[in-house]
């Protein structure tokens, strides 16, 4: 269970950043509301401020999530990180 732990723990950070993609993507071509709509809607303005802005989000949003995984895998796993 334990040698396992940081491999699990690998699987939900790609697994958050593909589901990250995929709702941003949903959210381009079928929602009406989120940041991939609010995106999307600045495209057919061309409202490129709105646009970055989206995509810079998305980005810091995405990082915060990876960051939040990496620090619960840390504190879940210190023996792991101590023999790195």
């Not at 929602?31 to 495209?43: I, K, P, V």
């Not at 990082?63 to 023999?83: T, Y």
């Amino acid at each position: 269970w334990n040698a396992a732990l940081p491999q699990i723990f690998t699987g939900l950070r790609v697994g958050f950043g593909i589901g990250w993609m995929a709702l941003v993507a949903a959210e381009i071509t079928g929602a009406q509301s989120g940041l991939g709509f609010l995106m999307w809607d600045a495209r057919n303005f061309l409202r490129t401020d709105i646009i970055v802005t989206c995509m810079i989000t998305i980005g810091i949003l995405g990082l915060a999530f990876d960051q939040i995984i990496q620090a619960i895998m840390r504190w879940a796993l210190p023996w792991w990180h101590e023999a790195r």
